[in-house]
C-alpha cells in the first residue's frame, strides 16, 4: 500500500481539480483505473485525493500545465530528492523510486 512506497519511493503527488480529471479521463473505464462498481470520477476524486494528500513528499499543481509542463515540474520538485547517484562506472543509479500519483491513478 500507501505506506510501502513511503518506505521505498518519493512520491510525488500531480494535483488537478476534478474538473480537469473528468475532461482528461473520458475513457477512464479502457485505462486501467481500479473504480467501484457504478463509482463517478468525482466520487473516485473525493476518496483518493485525502490519501495522496497525506502520503505525499511532494504535490505539483498540474491543473493548468501541459503534460511536458508537468514532467518539467516534477523534474525540478525532485532534484533536491536524494534519489540519484553515479556509481563508479559515472553511470546513474537510482537507490529510490520516484512515484508520481494523479488523483485517478491506481
Known amino acids: 500500500g500507501m505506506k510501502h512506497l513511503c518506505e521505498i519511493s518519493t512520491i510525488v503527488y500531480l494535483s488537478v481539480p476534478v474538473e480537469s480529471l473528468s475532461e482528461r479521463l473520458s475513457n477512464i473505464r479502457t485505462r486501467g483505473v481500479v473504480m467501484k462498481k457504478g463509482e463517478s470520477i468525482e466520487q473516485l476524486f473525493q476518496r483518493r485525493s485525502p490519501l495522496y494528500e497525506k ?11 501541459r503534460a511536458e509542463e508537468c514532467v518539467d515540474e516534477i523534474i525540478r520538485a525532485t532534484r533536491s530528492c536524494p534519489v540519484f547517484f553515479s556509481n563508479e562506472m559515472n553511470e546513474n543509479i537510482f537507490p529510490q523510486e520516484i512515484c508520481a500519483i494523479s488523483a485517478c491513478c491506481s
Open 55 to 65: 502520503y505525499a513528499e511532494i504535490t505539483v499543481d498540474c491543473s493548468a500545465l
